[in-house]
């Protein structure tokens, strides 16, 4: 049963150049978690989706940021016209069912340099 | 303010020897997790504590939950080197029920030196 899957993992952007992540969750999984990873910082929630719906965006930047989790395909988070401070690791996360006892299980990142 | 503090954040410790990481929480936990983090790769989910009290063991490694004291401390028995990483609490602090997200410690960077 294969994990998270992430990809790319690496990217490196130029600013004002449109980042895009995937995510492919685990096997029977529907619901995904985004969070982002700061130089020096700890783990910051982003954004929880499930299946074509975006359930809580409340650490979502209000700007250039989006995320979406079409019924077909892997999860995206899409950085628009990035800057040098999107460099970071980002992380998703997947769980299977609703409820609080669920246990989330991450991907490797992907890993953003913006020059 | 960090709404998870991890400590110590650094500890480097002989092969062999035991040590104890630190999580408290400014909030009521409804569930406190533990991962491992090696560097420049994803977490990896170590345990899950809900319960006041609860104590849970994977090989070398113990997790307690202190809940009235909102803290959580992760002990591990006789270090090897392939304990060596950064170790991540991560809490469900939100009064609802269902899936939430989580909310991270800044981790603890384990260093285990032959």
């Known amino acids: 049963n294969a994990g998270v899957m992430q990809n790319p993992r690496h990217l490196v952007r130029r600013r004002g150049q449109e980042a895009r992540l995937r995510c492919s969750p685990m096997?029977?999984?529907?619901?995904v978690y985004w969070y982002r990873q700061l130089p020096e910082e700890g783990l910051k929630f982003m954004v929880y989706?499930?299946?074509?719906?975006?359930?809580?965006e409340s650490g979502m930047p209000k700007e250039r940021f989006s995320a979406e989790f079409p019924k077909e395909g892997p999860s995206i988070l899409r950085i628009q016209q990035v800057v040098r401070g999107d460099s970071a690791a980002y992380f998703c996360?997947?769980?299977?069912?609703?409820?609080?006892?669920?246990?989330?299980?991450f991907g490797p990142g992907t890993r953003l340099l913006v020059l | 303010s960090q709404e998870l503090e991890q400590s110590p954040q650094s500890l480097i410790v002989q092969e062999g020897k035991n040590l104890t990481i630190n999580c408290t929480s400014s909030?009521?936990?409804?569930?406190l997790y533990w991962y491992k983090q090696k560097y420049g790769e994803g977490l990896i989910f170590l345990m899950m504590?809900?319960?006041?009290?609860e104590e849970k063991s994977h090989e070398k490694i113990t997790a307690k939950l202190d809940e009235k004291k909102q803290q959580s401390s992760l002990h591990i028995t006789a270090s090897q080197p392939s304990h060596a990483g950064i170790y991540l609490c991560?809490?469900?602090?939100?009064?609802?029920?269902?899936?939430?997200?989580?909310?991270f410690g800044k981790g603890t960077r384990l260093s285990v030196i032959a």
């Open positions: 996360a997947s769980s299977p069912r609703l409820g609080r006892q669920e246990t989330q299980y």
């Open positions: 096997k029977g999984h529907s619901h």
């Open positions: 989706l499930q299946k074509e719906n975006i359930i809580d």
């Open positions: 909030k009521t936990l409804y569930g």
């Open positions: 504590l809900q319960k006041g009290g």
């Open positions: 991560g809490a469900d602090i939100r009064r609802n029920s269902g899936n939430t997200p989580l909310v």
